[in-house]
């Protein structure tokens, strides 16, 4: 079968940062009359979520502002394809690769709605081939980085000498709902923040890098209704059930085992795992799973600690800081997210860090 490897992984962050600490007084604000007690409740779901800090396509106060989904939305569209455009540029520029020399780009977000889609526009403004083939990858939420990266090894392997761009952006601050004080909705604020990655992938004889070894889905049964967002007259209204960790630690072995055995490996075979940070308890629960082995979540809680959950691009925000740790030693990892579905999304690769990759 034609190996498909992971050439580089590049991250592009909105130009607004802030602290969960400076989000404090506005969130107080937002919930000015409410009682106290589901004040103190907001705060300490902020404090507990894990979340140090995280990226924003908008200032803080514009966020707690009230507008019309038409005008967020335009917010996200403009941001996407900036963001988008930066991170598949540097991509490239790190990879000395041509922006010609694409054959296919996967475009994957869910935090708003733009057509035609991310992809066409990153066409024009990076000079992409002409007769290049776009995927869009949308409603596919937190699972979908990994999705792209399983559709784009899939082509890769049927086109052997070709190349891929996956560019994820999301821009969850865009859907953050002013007239809704849910415990959702602020779970939701809690974890989310924006950003975008690009992550290249070639089938060439001649690339080196990480090799995908195996994919694959797992689809959860009669839980559509766990994850997503209500699409409504106020914009992308958010699904998030408290039972999604149970969720996940109930499953965890049907998806897993039977995946790693027919790869011909053992959970204690695994030296890294390559984890989307879906929330803090999301972390626990799957730390739970792995603590007898040699791989740990360090990365994956860094990641949600200083970035915030950023929907699809979080996990390829992790697949990054293995990828440029100049510590990193190689060996089989695993790459693993969940989204609405409810769906868990798994690649199985043999990493090879940029500092090893770059001396072959």
């Given at each position: 079968?034609?190996?498909?490897?992971?050439?580089?992984?590049?991250?592009?962050?909105?130009?607004?940062?802030?602290?969960?600490?400076?989000?404090?007084?506005?969130?107080?604000?937002?919930?000015?009359d409410e009682d106290r007690r589901k004040q103190r409740?907001?705060?300490?779901?902020?404090?507990?979520?894990?979340?140090?800090?995280?990226?924003?396509?908008?200032?803080?106060?514009?966020?707690?502002?009230?507008?019309?989904?038409?005008?967020?939305?335009?917010?996200?569209?403009?941001?996407?394809?900036?963001?988008?455009?930066?991170?598949?540029?540097?991509?490239?520029?790190?990879?000395?690769?041509?922006?010609?020399?694409?054959?296919?780009?996967?475009?994957?977000?869910c935090t708003g709605i733009m057509i035609p889609s991310?992809?066409?526009?990153?066409?024009?403004?990076?000079?992409?081939?002409?007769?290049?083939?776009?995927?869009?990858?949308?409603?596919?939420?937190c699972a979908a980085g990994i999705s792209g990266l399983?559709?784009?090894?899939?082509?890769?392997?049927?086109?052997?000498?070709?190349?891929?761009?996956?560019?994820?952006?999301?821009?969850?601050?865009?859907?953050?709902?002013?007239?809704?004080?849910?415990?959702?909705?602020?779970?939701?604020?809690?974890?989310?923040?924006?950003?975008?990655?690009?992550?290249?992938?070639?089938?060439?004889?001649?690339?080196?890098?990480?090799?995908?070894?195996?994919?694959?889905?797992?689809?959860?049964?009669?839980?559509?209704?766990?994850?997503?967002?209500?699409?409504?007259?106020?914009?992308?209204?958010?699904?998030?059930?408290?039972?999604?960790?149970?969720?996940?630690?109930?499953?965890?072995?049907?998806?897993?085992?039977?995946?790693?055995?027919?790869?011909?490996?053992?959970?204690?075979?695994?030296?890294?795992?390559?984890?989307?940070?879906?929330?803090?308890?999301?972390?626990?629960?799957?730390?739970?799973?792995?603590?007898?082995?040699?791989?740990?979540?360090?990365?994956?809680?860094?990641?949600?600690?200083?970035?915030?959950?950023?929907?699809?691009?979080?996990?390829?925000?992790?697949?990054?800081?293995?990828?440029?740790?100049?510590?990193?030693?190689?060996?089989?990892?695993?790459?693993?997210?969940?989204?609405?579905?409810?769906?868990?999304?798994?690649?199985?690769?043999?990493?090879?860090?940029?500092?090893?990759?770059?001396?072959?």
């Amino acid at each position: 079968m034609n190996k498909v490897r992971i050439i580089s992984a590049r991250k592009a962050l909105p130009r607004y940062a802030r602290t969960t600490e400076e989000i404090m007084p506005s969130l107080m604000e937002w919930l000015r009359d409410e009682d106290r007690r589901k004040q103190r409740k907001a705060e300490k779901i902020f404090q507990g979520a894990g979340v140090r800090r995280r990226f924003g396509i908008m200032d803080i106060a514009d966020v707690f502002t009230q507008t019309s989904f038409e005008e967020k939305n335009r917010e996200y569209a403009s941001a996407a394809v900036e963001l988008g455009e930066r991170a598949l540029r540097t991509a490239l520029n790190d990879s000395n690769w041509d922006p010609n020399s694409i054959d296919i780009i996967i475009s994957v977000s869910c935090t708003g709605i733009m057509i035609p889609s991310l992809d066409a526009y990153l066409v024009n403004r990076v000079g992409l081939p002409q007769d290049i083939i776009r995927l869009p990858v949308t409603e596919m939420g937190c699972a979908a980085g990994i999705s792209g990266l399983i559709y784009a090894r899939r082509f890769l392997q049927a086109h052997p000498g070709s190349r891929a761009a996956v560019v994820a952006v999301e821009c969850p601050s865009a859907t953050f709902q002013h007239t809704d004080r849910s415990m959702a909705n602020i779970v939701s604020a809690a974890l989310f923040g924006d950003g975008a990655s690009c992550v290249l992938l070639s089938s060439e004889e001649e690339a080196r890098g990480t090799e995908i070894l195996t994919d694959g889905m797992y689809h959860f049964p009669k839980a559509t209704d766990l994850m997503g967002f209500d699409l409504t007259n106020h914009g992308l209204k958010m699904i998030l059930s408290p039972d999604v960790p149970q969720t996940i630690t109930d499953h965890f072995e049907a998806l897993l085992n039977p995946f790693l055995e027919q790869a011909g490996t053992r959970q204690d075979e695994l030296k890294h795992l390559i984890f989307h940070p879906g929330g803090r308890k999301i972390i626990e629960a799957t730390d739970a799973v792995f603590k007898e082995g040699p791989a740990n979540l360090d990365k994956t809680a860094y990641v949600l600690q200083e970035y915030g959950n950023m929907s699809s691009a979080t996990v390829l925000y992790v697949l990054e800081e293995f990828l440029r740790d100049p510590d990193a030693q190689p060996g089989l990892g695993l790459m693993l997210s969940f989204g609405p579905g409810f769906t868990a999304q798994r690649i199985l690769i043999d990493l090879v860090p940029e500092t090893i990759q770059n001396q072959v």
